[in-house]
């Protein structure tokens, strides 16, 4: 009678595990191609392993005595290095003398460079730490002069220069900026309000080709709103602040919305965007949002931002004029490349030198900005020239240009303030305001010798 498959394999493979068993446990294991072969000696007792050291040897090993061994030990060692000042196991020879001295030399020497890297590291921390509390102690003694002395008497501004403290930098800016389009917070909330309403239309009535299109036309300048989005995420993309996603990038849209339906004729121009995030974060949103719009009100930025041709020229001939009165070296080196200030100016004035010039530096250039006006904004490019002059006279068009575009990263306040400081913004016993002032009159001059009413 046949008997159950099932029942057959289950006692066929029982049987030949049974037979298996014995050979499977003199193997250690399995290799990736067939089977370790068994080990044919057992692991050793350390008792075996000292009588065959001295059958070996002929002598007996002696332990050394408890008295030699060290005493209160107060840690375990936690690393290999320790571990040389150990006596050994039991079962091992003990070392020699020479070999414990040499371990002990070894170790020592070990030890105290280790000390050395200490101490030098302990030097090095405290030498940044007591610049840290330097640098800390100036910005807290600078604050409550500025609290206590210069915010309440206006009138006293010496210490613009050597920069203004963080913490009073936006109550100086918009009181030097002033307010005199009278904009209040409740207004820009209903600039807010109508930019988030051309929002919502755009993004359910138009196509992304559609709404460049239509920024780009003068007649409504608002639908340059959408084109705030392509700018924002290019807004010192290094902080990670202003991107989408970021605690600024909100804020950002908001203000610079809002800007473009309360200035309709001027609408987004690319550099608004930097001008408008160091505001922020500086100023709380309403307030960044009055600043921004009375400073781009100013006629310099004005003159800019709405592609002034004729008045951005004058601004160009004026500073030219102190360029060749200040560097006439490299003037005449530019001149030779018929290399002219809007290539590289432009970018500069625009963000105000917040693209240019590290965040840090660009502030202490707006804080002196915001006390001399405009003027100053072209002293600056004249201190950059200046520094970088050497540099600049072995350069050609192509290599002065990319420069000036991307200024190196390493530029420091120190001495850029010091090239700024040596710049003299007079020609001939006249000042910036009378050289610009002059070249407005010129160019009037001009217009009514070529118009035609006269000619006829």
């Known amino acids: 009678r046949l008997r159950n498959p099932s029942s057959l394999s289950r006692n066929f493979f029982t049987k030949r595990a049974k037979e298996l068993k014995p050979a499977v446990q003199s193997a250690p294991g399995w290799k990736l191609f067939g089977k370790v072969p068994p080990r044919e000696n057992l692991p050793k007792d350390s008792k075996i392993i000292q009588q065959e050291y001295e059958a070996r040897t002929g002598r007996m090993y002696k332990p050394p005595p408890p008295s030699a061994r060290r005493k209160n030990i107060e840690f375990e060692p936690l690393s290999t290095t320790a571990l040389i000042l150990e006596d050994r196991p039991a079962n091992l020879p003990a070392k020699s003398v020479e070999e414990a001295l040499r371990h002990r030399q070894e170790y020592d020497e070990m030890v105290a460079e280790a000390k050395k890297r200490e101490i030098k590291e302990a030097h090095k921390r405290k030498k940044i730490m007591r610049e840290r509390f330097k640098q800390e102690e100036s910005i807290a003694s600078a604050m409550v002069i500025w609290v206590n002395e210069i915010l309440p008497n206006w009138e006293v501004r010496e210490l613009w220069w050597q920069g203004l403290p963080p913490s009073v930098r936006g109550k100086v800016w918009s009181l030097a900026v002033g307010n005199e389009l009278n904009i209040t917070p409740e207004l820009y909330e209903i600039f807010l309000s109508r930019a988030k309403e051309r929002w919502k239309s755009f993004s359910e009535t138009s196509s992304e080709n559609d709404i460049e299109d239509a920024g780009a036309s003068v007649a409504d300048r608002e639908a340059s709103l959408e084109l705030i989005k392509l700018d924002i995420s290019r807004t010192f993309p290094s902080l990670y602040i202003f991107q989408k996603g970021g605690p600024y990038h909100d804020l950002l849209h908001s203000v610079l919305g809002a800007y473009t339906c309360y200035r309709p004729d001027v609408g987004y121009v690319q550099g608004m965007s930097f001008i408008a995030a160091v505001l922020i974060l500086n100023l709380e949103e309403a307030d960044a949002f009055i600043a921004f719009a009375n400073l781009l009100n100013k006629p310099c930025q004005l003159a800019f931002f709405r592609v002034d041709h004729s008045m951005m020229l004058k601004y160009f001939a004026a500073f030219e004029v102190f360029f060749e009165e200040n560097l006439p070296k490299l003037f005449l080196h530019f001149k030779s490349y018929s290399l002219t200030p809007d290539i590289y ?58 420069f000036l575009t991307k200024l190196p990263e390493d530029i420091t306040s120190e001495k850029l303030f010091s090239c700024i400081a040596a710049i003299q913004m007079q020609n001939s016993n006249k000042k910036w305001a009378q050289v610009f002032a002059s070249l407005m009159k010129d160019n009037k001059e001009g217009d009514k010798n070529h118009s035609p009413a006269l000619k006829s």
């Open 345 to 402: 100016l432009i970018d500069w004035i625009f963000t105000l030198y917040s693209k240019s010039l590290p965040l840090d530096l660009a502030c202490r250039v707006w804080d002196v900005f915001c006390r001399d006006g405009e003027e100053f904004l072209f002293r600056t490019g004249l201190g950059i020239l200046r520094l970088y002059e050497d540099i600049l006279l072995q350069m050609d068009f192509i290599h002065i240009a990319q």
